[in-house]
């Protein structure tokens, strides 16, 4: 599930006439990061909520994301990323510096094809590749063959008018999802080296926890950060003035479908009313019920909430 409703109101003028997930990023749609690291880890279903200008998010991206294979292999996707190599450049990209090793490191980057009705080889490989696509929640690895994520919208500007904040979005977009367990991120989010890994989700899965967080050191615009981690990987609601580290919440995360039902959500399933409301009452709940994990992600993470720090991504600061 990825989040891309916002207006993205900090982020104007920029956004009053592009989505904030459309906003470039080192040669890329903000959003384009993240399908392409959930496609290079083998998901191959995502349901992307929209609202602002969500036309334009679906133009972009249309029904299915490709990939081609890793850098090397005998294929001209594979001669096309050597050739970006061979000019330094990363053929997913620019980066900087080497990924971190641990929980949410990279995987070698990957060439991708334009996305399905962009014309083209790329859009006849993608339709070909959409047709075997499985409909359950499932981590394939990045083989020799193509891999495509199919792409579901909840449109929440078409069918209610307006955004539905975080839960919301959410409970409205389960029936597209079907699924028990998924992924979150916000499409508003810049983490090129975060994994969507399969042994994370296969770990969630067997658990009894609802949801699953990735943390992130403090940022400078967020000092006093949100949730603390115990030792054992528990995240904790830390009361004021508790002396213990706190850390901000990256909007990664694995999530059950249990989450949006009572105790935790009274949110009717499906949403048909179109009710906004945010995660965080629902976090904390489960949270204080001691079914909330968490991981600190020490990867290369921003907030691109301001043209400020969008400029400082662009910038190479």
């Not at 982020?11 to 997930?21: E, S």
């Not at 029936?175 to 969630?204: E, I």
């Amino acid at each position: 599930m990825l989040l891309a409703a916002g207006r993205g109101e900090r982020m104007r003028p920029l956004t009053d006439t592009c989505p904030k997930p459309l906003l470039p990023v080192r040669g890329q749609p903000l959003l384009h990061w993240h399908l392409s690291a959930l496609a290079a880890a083998g998901v191959r279903r995502a349901v992307i909520n929209t609202a602002w200008l969500g036309a334009q998010i679906r133009q972009r991206f249309g029904e299915s994301f490709l990939l081609l294979p890793p850098l090397g292999e005998d294929r001209d996707g594979g001669r096309l990323a050597q050739d970006a190599a061979a000019d330094g450049r990363s053929a997913a990209g620019p980066h900087p510096s080497p990924p971190p090793k641990g929980e949410g490191a990279a995987p070698a980057p990957v060439w991708l094809l334009p996305p399905l009705g962009e014309g083209g080889d790329g859009g006849r490989l993608a339709e070909g590749a959409r047709a075997e696509i499985s409909s359950d929640f499932s981590h394939e690895p990045l083989s020799n063959k193509d891999t495509a994520l199919s792409i579901s919208y909840s449109n929440e500007a078409n069918d209610f008018g307006h955004a539905l904040e975080t839960a919301g979005g959410i409970a409205r977009a389960l029936p597209l999802l079907d699924a028990p367990v998924f992924w979150l991120a916000a499409g508003d989010v810049f983490a090129p080296d975060f994994t969507f890994d399969a042994a994370a989700a296969q770990r969630f899965a067997a658990s009894d926890a609802l949801a699953h967080l990735w943390l992130v050191p403090n940022p400078a615009h967020h000092p006093r950060g949100d949730f603390g981690l115990s030792p054992d990987g528990r995240v904790l609601d830390l009361p004021e003035g508790d002396p213990r580290q706190r850390h901000t919440y990256s909007t990664i995360a694995l999530l059950r479908a249990e989450l949006f039902a009572p105790p935790w959500c009274d949110i009717a399933p499906g949403n048909p009313g179109g009710a906004a409301a945010p995660l965080a009452p629902l976090l904390r709940r489960a949270l204080n019920a001691g079914r909330v994990t968490g991981a600190l992600y020490t990867g290369r993470w921003v907030d691109v909430g301001t043209p400020e720090r969008l400029a400082q991504l662009n910038g190479g600061a």
